[in-house]
């Protein structure tokens, strides 16, 4: 299960007591907002995309999206998310649950600007139902991301 992964992961770190898990869907944005009683923005969502033969995760505010020109600018092609059956094979964990913990080797990770203006966020761990609160230099710290990018755009 995908979510163990992310918890042996932060327990290697010192924080897998930190995950929260839930009696209810945390899958969406508003979902996870609602279950953690805060505002969309700080739900760090983790979009996936193809980038040539790459799998390329962007960890984003949950009340953006992201900006096709923007996003062409920086990777160089069209965006073209993983389909809801390739994550879990690609990535490590499925859709709903997809982080930027615990993924696959090869997977590349960015983080998206749109998450600085939040002291903390909440990207999920692995599942359905779970979150972890982290502040943006932890996020920059347990993701293993290469670069920061600016590919969103408020909705």
């Given at each position: 299960m995908s979510i163990e992964k992310v918890r042996e992961y932060f327990n290697s770190k010192g924080i897998a007591d930190h995950i929260r898990e839930f009696d209810v869907s945390s899958a969406t944005v508003a979902l996870a907002a609602k279950a953690l009683g805060c505002e969309e923005g700080r739900i760090a969502k983790t979009l996936s995309f193809h980038v040539g033969d790459r799998v390329v995760l962007i960890v984003s505010a949950g009340d953006v999206k992201i900006d096709n020109q923007k996003y062409k600018a920086q990777f160089g092609t069209k965006a073209k998310m993983?389909?809801?059956?390739?994550?879990?094979?690609?990535?490590?964990?499925?859709?709903?649950?997809?982080?930027p913990f615990a993924v696959n080797n090869g997977v590349e990770v960015y983080l998206d600007e749109s998450l600085k203006r939040f002291k903390t966020v909440y990207p999920a761990c692995g599942s359905s139902n779970s979150a972890i609160e982290l502040t943006i230099n932890e996020l920059e710290q347990y993701s293993d991301f290469i670069t920061w990018v600016d590919v969103c755009k408020t909705v």
């Open positions: 993983l389909s809801f059956d390739e994550a879990p094979t690609l990535i490590g964990h499925a859709v709903g649950g997809v982080c």
